[in-house]
């Protein structure tokens, strides 16, 4: 078992966000990275000042450049790269995956060194080779993925720019927060995003307005920080500079509040219509999100608005990664979407119907509108079979004064395009709209090249192509009539997308171009960082110069650098302890603590338990563990004492919650190996496919492997799936009962071999060897024997996988702990058995140095499982030639001091039916009973749960849209999976009539039969809600009438709760009263305001009243066109009386169960609706009331 446990906890873990020390609401981040000395780089040991390591590997630059010289052709192999359109294939001399910027700095100056070019990817989503350059170093900034501060007090966040736009929002969204300008799609990177300047569908600004800091490498390796005040022209130029002056890896950005939206759908069949609209809504401060769509049929514009409802924060909206797009619409996009028949079908019928575009579904709030993958849009792998197709876009910049002469010319050119055009088609085509940003000098994060120099207009042309060259003259000859007439308007074009425009209609639509290039070249001047679309521009440009004379252009002088020792600012100081095996000290460790200190780390623990180890329920054991933490904490605050909850505390109180009895004993396991063997399985997979394909090893075969601290569990997939021949040897302690459980195997997978045998395997004998459980487990004796065991048995050109977290501060390695030590505490191991089981966990460039030291070289890219807080990369390495091990000098590589002597991780710790007393079992028959009733409990209790869920989501939402069909598709997919368990162990007749089963068949019957009839019912309120409005806030909010007093001025809506959204104001006096009315509510000769409202429905309602009803300016006039009302209230007297001039009459009484001891009564009242808000005030201050609920219409 305690293999098992090492298999798990080395491969479940979550996504790379920094866990930063807490101050106030501002978040400091702790950077390992900055302890790293200038003088050393990625080949050199990284040690941190406190770290205990004696590692000492001091070699430089040119001793390391020089190392892979004695290391196999596989390391100075050419890498084939692309980006997304598929039509730049470029051939780069490497391709570098660092992991700070020490590792960026390493990569500048080696390409000084050769006199060689960089060029930069983030997602790779470019089309015009702005991320390629023939025989470069590319830089993948993908594990550059961190956040590293956030703060709330000012909004702003700051993270490494290799960071994706999903993981920034998902991590965000936890706060009730969002990043404020995003694209249509949110898998771009970060880095990617700043470097063309990117303006997307959240804002009418370019990405540049939410910029205020940046952190970069420049062309000589310096650390330069930038912004309006510092380096301000180089800021200016990093900002839509296509990764030309520098590789920026922190961006601090601007961060707005997550808001619930509606949607809004306007129709115009006359462009000048749409025009004057789109002007007006652009001083509408609620508008958040904005987008426009052409109908290709027969040019009429559908207007989408996305208003803000309130201002409330909206968090923990997010659920998993993004969506993507579904089987069905990449089919229709793929294979139909450019056919006529189907636009008039989608234009003209569908969306019409639908009131919202097939890729977009109903969402409440703005980050789960923009949560979705590009992925599937960008790929056309399948489904079904492969085609040689690509997509393309281009967009059009037009002033907004000349929208009325561009539309109908661009409708003219679409129609001649689609009939001429026979190798590329128009699926789609947008408008968004960007705003001219000042020019001022404290506006110098605007780009020189500038797509918005005035209020534009943006057209988004979205097409699918041929992947040949007469797609290409297609499109290109389409995109000159459109960028020559753009021009003409005084507009532009995007130059991230295809190079289909001349050198002189980018001067035209650019005329800074020769500035950028100036700057270029007085910035960097060799030139180091290059691409595609930059050297074939430039050069035109030279050639054109040389022809015709220069162009006129003030070229802005530069002045120097302003360069930083530190990579990062000063508030970004390191906390790093990697090296020090931290179990083994003597004081109980108090890592859950250390979690704790603030939002972010703190929220390690849930991830980890909800997407990397998901046995029991995520949010009970963080409620769990959270509340033990903060009434610790509450308590040393009240007596004045400094106390921190230690692990052990934690670890005992997690096993006494959830480890109560066999049965959540067994589920837990059940739990543990069905993750194993589904969801764990795939991830590996998934993992050595982009690892192996990274070093172009995904299709050579390999001969011979060696496992390392596992029973090989995955060799039937490696086997399978990789062309793995020859023998196969398993390394671990010893053999287990429970390793055919792990393996999914009854027989051995491979030849045994101990750990103290690993001598029997023959020299340079095999090409593969995996450690998936990572190498922090082995002391340091251990560690040099096993690595030089693994050198030995390598041919030269080996690779050998390891999987590792990268505990590069403090807060990973407590991370990394709080892992194992929730694992052992779920799967059953006492406090003391986990307290022995050593761990040394280290950096990942740590363990880079220490394999590099063992003649393996790191090779690969850096694979991790998503949302796995703690960093578990998977790498490889591959053996250099000659690579001869000397005792004295690898036993120098890592060693380490430890305090105390700890139990090795081979020491293994077993569960069996043998370590139980014989006799303690007084009757077996009624102890024992079958495994199957665990599998079948789960339909059941699935049942269960399904009549709960429908009761608490009627709480807030229409019973019409319940997912009706999807639960009871589940339901019998649980059925079928439980069956299919038991009939795999007990055998078919056995699972089928169990009587479990059969009961369970009998509820899936019957639930089947009800749900089915109230999808059918629910079909009947959505198709007429469908053709009764545009909005999609009808089914969840009604309206209302409030009168204020006129000390409640008009203009200062916020004296209203946030729910409430006026639609329509007046101002009357009370003429119109009768003098009973004014003698009863003591109206005075004054005037009033009256406001028609819109109010949330179901449980919101009743808060929304109850919030009113404390101010005593306001009075419901109508709800719904209605004057009464009822109200449920839940009390704990019999008879509860009303106070006198509140119109209200009790209409029902009753108990839930009737004459219950404790059970209270239920009253219901039917109000008066001016007297509602009076009633509300008189049950907030009687003790006796349980519960308040206004049963709106």
């Not at 598709?969 to 079928?976: I, P, R, S, T, V």
């Not at 000390?1047 to 809506?1053: E, F, G, H, L, R």
Request: proline share 4%; with cysteine.
């Amino acid at each position: 078992m305690k293999c098992f446990s090492k298999i798990l906890i080395g491969t479940v873990h979550k996504n790379t966000k920094a866990h930063l020390p807490r101050h106030g609401t501002h978040f400091v981040p702790s950077l390992a990275s900055s302890a790293y000395s200038l003088k050393r780089f990625h080949f050199c040991n990284l040690n941190n000042n406190q770290s205990s390591s004696n590692t000492s590997i001091h070699t430089t630059n040119t001793q390391a450049l020089d190392s892979s010289k004695t290391c196999p052709n596989l390391l100075k192999r050419i890498h084939w790269v692309n980006d997304v359109g598929g039509m730049n294939r470029t051939r780069v001399q490497h391709i570098h995956y660092p992991l700070d910027e020490w590792d960026i700095q390493n990569v500048v100056k080696i390409a000084n060194l050769e006199k060689s070019s960089i060029c930069i990817r983030g997602q790779n989503q470019t089309m015009g080779g702005q991320t390629l350059f023939p025989n470069a170093h590319r830089i993948d900034m993908e594990r550059m993925n961190r956040i590293l501060e956030l703060d709330l007090d000012n909004e702003t966040v700051t993270v490494q720019t290799g960071l994706t736009w999903d993981e920034l929002m998902h991590f965000l969204d936890q706060f009730g927060y969002s990043p404020a300008i995003l694209q249509s799609y949110v898998t771009f990177s970060v880095g990617g995003s700043i470097s063309v300047d990117i303006h997307g569908i959240t804002s009418h600004q370019s990405i540049s307005s939410s910029i205020l800091e940046l952190h970069l490498v420049d062309s000589q390796g310096n650390f330069v920080k930038c912004n309006v005040q510092c380096n301000p022209e180089l800021f200016q130029m990093a900002i839509g500079g296509f990764g030309l002056f520098g590789v920026i890896y922190v961006a601090k950005l601007k961060i707005v509040p997550n808001t619930k939206i509606d949607m809004k759908l306007n129709r115009f069949t006359e462009p000048e219509k749409f025009h004057n609209y789109y002007l007006e809504t652009l001083e509408k401060e609620n508008n958040s999100i904005q987008l426009a769509r052409v109908n290709l049929v027969n040019g009429n514009i559908d207007f989408y608005e996305f208003p803000k409802i309130g201002n409330e924060k909206m968090s923990g909206c997010l659920n998993g990664p993004p969506r993507e797009m579904s089987l069905l619409s990449q089919v229709i996009y793929k294979w139909v979407g450019d056919t006529r028949l189907f636009r008039n079908l989608r234009f003209n019928f569908l969306e019409k119907w639908l009131k919202h575009p097939l890729d977009w579904k109903a969402q409440s709030d703005r980050n789960s509108l923009l949560y979705e993958s590009v992925k599937p849009v960008s790929s056309l792998f399948s489904p079904f079979v492969e085609l040689n197709k690509t997509h393309v876009l281009q967009e059009y910049f037009i002033p907004k004064q000349h929208f009325l002469e561009w539309y109908p010319f661009m409708m003219k050119e679409i129609k001649q395009f689609c009939k001429l055009s026979k190798h590329s088609s128009l699926l789609n085509v947008t408008i968004r709209f960007v705003k001219k940003r000042n020019s001022h000098p404290s506006d110098l994060n605007l780009p020189i090249l500038t797509y918005a120099k005035q209020d534009v207009y943006s057209f988004v042309f979205y097409y699918r192509a041929d992947k040949n060259v007469e797609a290409d003259h297609e499109l290109e000859t389409f995109h000159h009539v459109l960028s020559n007439k753009a021009a003409e308007f005084g507009g532009s074009f995007y130059l991230p997308y295809r190079h289909h425009y001349t050198l002189p209609q980018l001067l035209k639509s650019y005329p800074e171009f020769e500035q950028f290039v100036a700057m270029k070249k007085a910035l960097d001047p060799n030139p180091v960082f290059n691409n595609l679309w930059f050297s074939n521009y430039s050069t035109l440009l030279e050639q054109f110069k040389a022809r015709h004379g220069s162009v006129d252009c003030n070229v802005i002088p530069i002045p120097p650098n302003i360069v930083s020792d530190n990579p990062v600012s000063e508030n970004l100081q390191p906390s790093h302890e990697s090296g020090n095996p931290s179990n083994q000290n003597t004081k109980e460790p108090t890592h859950y603590s250390k979690l704790n200190r603030n939002k972010i780390s703190e929220r390690g623990l849930y991830d980890f338990l909800r997407y990397i180890f998901p046995v029991v329920n995520a949010q009970q054991l963080f409620d769990l563990v959270k509340g033990e933490l903060d009434k610790n904490h509450i308590n040393s605050s009240a007596t004045s004492t400094t106390t921190t909850t230690n692990d052990r505390h934690i670890y005992e109180l997690i096993q006494k919650h959830f480890r109560q009895g066999i049965i959540s004993n067994i589920s837990i396991l059940f739990n543990a190996v069905k993750y194993n063997m589904s969801v764990l399985n795939k991830e590996m997979k998934h993992q050595l496919h982009d690892l192996l394909s990274s070093i172009g090893k995904r299709n050579e075969p390999f001969h011979g492997c060696m496992t390392l601290g596992d029973c090989g569990r995955f060799v039937k997939m490696m086997r399978r799936e990789f062309h793995i021949s020859g023998p196969i040897y398993i390394c671990n302690d010893q053999e287990r009962a429970s390793d055919r459980i792990e393996r999914s195997s009854m027989f051995p997978v491979g030849q045994f071999v101990s750990y103290p045998n690993m001598s029997q395997i023959p020299s340079q004998s095999l090409d593969l060897v995996t450690c998936f459980i990572g190498l922090h487990h082995y002391k340091d004796s251990e560690l040099d024997e096993y690595m030089k065991h693994v050198n030995r048995v390598l041919r030269p050109g080996g690779i050998f996988i390891l999987r590792e977290h990268d505990a590069y501060n403090t807060n990973v390695d407590s991370m990394a702990h709080v892992a194992h030590n929730t694992f052992n505490a779920l799967m059953g191991f006492s406090y003391e058995e986990n307290s022995r089981e050593f761990r040394h966990f280290r950096s990942m460039k740590e363990w880079n140095t220490i394999c590099e030291r063992y003649g393996l070289k790191q090779a690969g890219k850096y694979c991790i499982q998503k949302f796995d807080p703690t960093l578990d990369l998977m790498t490889c390495y591959v053996k250099c030639e000659q690579s001869s091990m000397h005792s004295e000098s690898a036993s120098a590589t890592c060693h380490v001091t430890t305090t105390t002597v700890a139990a090795s991780a081979k020491d293994s710790f077993q569960h069996s039916s043998n370590e139980i007393p014989n006799g303690l079992i007084q009757n077996p028959s009624s102890y024992l009973r079958s495994h199957s009733l665990t599998d079948y409990t789960i339909p059941e209790w699935f049942a269960v749960e399904l009549v709960q869920k429908l009761g608490s989501f009627l709480n807030h939402t229409p019973w019409y849209d319940y997912p009706f069909l999807h639960v009871i598709l589940q339901f019998w997919k649980l059925f079928y999976q439980a069956v299919k368990r038991v009939a795999k162990r007990d055998g078919l007749i056995s699972a089928l009539w169990n009587g479990y089963n059969v009961m369970n068949f009998v509820i899936g019957l019957v639930s089947t039969f009800l749900l089915s009839q109230m999808f059918v019912l629910s079909m009947i309120p959505k198709i007429v809600g469908r053709f009764s409005s545009n909005s999609t806030a009808n089914l969840t909010h009604i309206q209302a009438v409030l009168r204020v007093r006129n000390s409640m001025n008009v203009n200062k809506p916020c004296e209203l709760p946030n729910s409430v959204r006026i639609l329509n104001s007046m101002v009357s006096n009370n003429n119109n009263y009768s003098k009973v009315q004014i003698e009863r509510e003591g109206l005075r000769d004054e005037s009033f305001e009256y406001y028609q409202v819109d109010v949330p429905r179901f449980l919101p309602f009743t808060t929304c009243m109850k919030e009113l009803s404390r101010q005593f300016d306001v009075q419901v006039i109508e709800i719904a066109g209605q004057t009464s009302v009822n109200i449920k209230i839940v009390s704990a007297k019999k008879d509860l009386q009303i106070e006198e001039g509140i119109e209200a009459i009790l209409i029902e009484k009753y108990q839930i169960v009737p004459n219950a001891r404790d059970e209270d009564y239920v009253h219901i009242f039917s109000v008066v609706t001016r007297d509602l808000l009076k009633l509300l005030q008189q049950l907030e201050k009687d003790e006796s009331i349980r519960h308040v609920q206004i049963h709106d219409f």
